[in-house]
């Protein structure tokens, strides 16, 4: 059997509450309230990331806007203790 793959927190919920499965679930994301459905939060020494990757307009990055929103983005990841890449082919990392 090949794995479902759903896009919408709603259809994703669906899959859950029928069985089909499990999910992370962003914490802010939400979900319909249901009794088939339980919220379990992850604990232990393993903490779950992110990734995200910014995308500007070939040549944007040098607008002063869009590298301020950058940097801006950058320095938020570094607070919260995440990790920033550089930028590649096709895209801007954060």
């Known amino acids: 059997m ?10 994703i919920a669906a899959l859950v509450a029928g069985g089909h499965g499990i999910c992370l679930l962003p914490r802010l ?5 249901s ?3 339980v919220r ?3 604990t232990g020494d393993v903490v779950p990331t992110r990734r995200l ?4 307009r070939r ?4 607008t002063p ?9 950058r320095e ?4 919260s203790g995440g990790a920033h890449g550089g930028a590649h082919s096709g895209g801007s990392g954060l």
């Open 2 to 11: 090949s794995p479902t793959t759903a896009v919408d927190w709603s259809a």
């Open 29 to 33: 994301a939400t979900f319909p309230r």
């Open 35 to 37: 009794d088939a459905l």
């Open 40 to 42: 379990v939060p992850l």
């Open 53 to 56: 990757v910014g995308f500007v």
């Open 59 to 62: 040549g944007g990055s040098r």
């Open 65 to 73: 806007l869009v590298r301020a929103g950058l940097r801006a983005l």
């Open 76 to 79: 938020a990841a570094a607070e």
